[in-house]
Nanobody, 123 residues
């Protein structure tokens, strides 16, 4: 599976962005999808994930209530809707897929990664 993340950009604090992760190459639906992010000088961290059928989602505490993950298996695409953005949300955002079918917060469980899209939140 090849993953292509898009939708990043510059936004003011309090604003919104929607990231997309388009999959190609293999059937998308069996894979759980997740978003991670990495800020300069920091380790990559889990943002949130969604199970293969969209039946369950989980989020990092830092984004709960502000970010929403969804997926459209017919379009082979996962989304990350980000609202009430904060300057601390500035990072490169990566989408990832795993064959477990469940979204877990550990990078080593993910088999496929997108190239990353930069989100910059200004004050």
């Amino acid at each position: 599976v090849q993953l292509q993340a898009s939708g990043g950009g510059l936004v003011q604090a309090g604003g919104s962005l929607r990231l997309s992760c388009a999959a190609s190459g293999r059937t998308f639906s069996p894979y759980a999808m997740a978003w991670f992010r990495q800020a300069p000088g920091k380790e990559r961290e889990f943002v949130g994930g969604i199970s293969w059928n969209g039946g369950s989602t989980n989020y990092a505490d830092s984004v709960k209530g502000r970010f929403t993950i969804s997926r459209d298996n017919a379009k082979n695409t996962a989304y990350l809707q980000m609202n009430s953005l904060k300057t601390d949300d500035t990072a490169v955002y990566y989408c990832a897929g795993n064959r477990l079918g469940m979204a877990v917060a550990v990078t080593t469980y993910y088999d496929y990664w997108g190239q990353g899209t930069l989100v910059t939140v200004s004050s």
